[in-house]
């Protein structure tokens, strides 16, 4: 008898998690957007890694619902955990310092780690378009955007599906993203 794929158990997981939680439009179940990533890691940007995707699918958990560590491991194992870790805001550091420490651990995580990362910017993204998103959260989006490939700029060769994701979400941004353009914080 075949077993559930990770990706598979990991998108009943976080459907579980996030359920009942909205989107910024009040309207959108929240689970829509993990799943719309893990489409764009694999469909968009050609990464068809199970556990990139179980990542993918659940690189809010840790931030947004009640799930600790401890039950990623206990379900998923230590490299979706980790990835998982790696993807999540750092909520006991003082705000000031939550960006450095975020892009740092970026800076030297797996590049299939970043490729879920770019693909979560560029669901993020794509979703402040209008109707959805107005012209504030939009400008915000593209900023964050820019901010993270400024981040990863030195890691987007270091696989084939992150030089994709790389050069499709600097495509998307516009041309401040092809220039390096550094950008403050929002």
């Known amino acids: 008898m075949p ?28 689970i829509s957007h993990p799943f719309r990533v893990a489409m764009v890691v694999q469909a968009v940007f050609g990464l068809d890694d199970p556990e990139a995707l179980a990542a993918a699918v659940l690189h809010d958990t840790l ?39 975020y892009h740092r651990r970026l800076s030297g995580a797996d590049p299939r780690v970043l490729v879920v990362k770019v693909a979560d910017a560029y669901d993020n993204f794509m979703d402040s378009l209008p109707p959805r998103g107005d012209a504030s959260l939009h400008a915000k989006t593209r900023r964050k955007g820019l901010r993270l490939l400024d981040a990863i700029r030195h890691r987007r060769q270091d696989h084939p ?26």
């Open 161 to 186: 599906a992150l030089a994709r994701a790389f050069a499709i979400l600097e495509e998307t941004l516009g041309p401040a993203a092809a220039a390096g353009t550094p950008l403050q914080a929002p």
């Open 3 to 30: 077993t559930q794929p990770i990706w598979h158990a990991a998108a009943d997981f976080a459907a579980r998690q996030h359920q009942g939680q909205l989107r910024k439009d009040g309207v959108t179940p929240y």
């Open 63 to 101: 931030e947004d619902t009640r799930t600790d560590y401890e039950d990623l491991l206990d379900a998923f194992g230590p490299w979706v955990t980790q990835a998982v870790a790696t993807l999540s805001d750092n909520k006991s550091l003082p705000k000031d310092e939550r960006i450095e420490d």
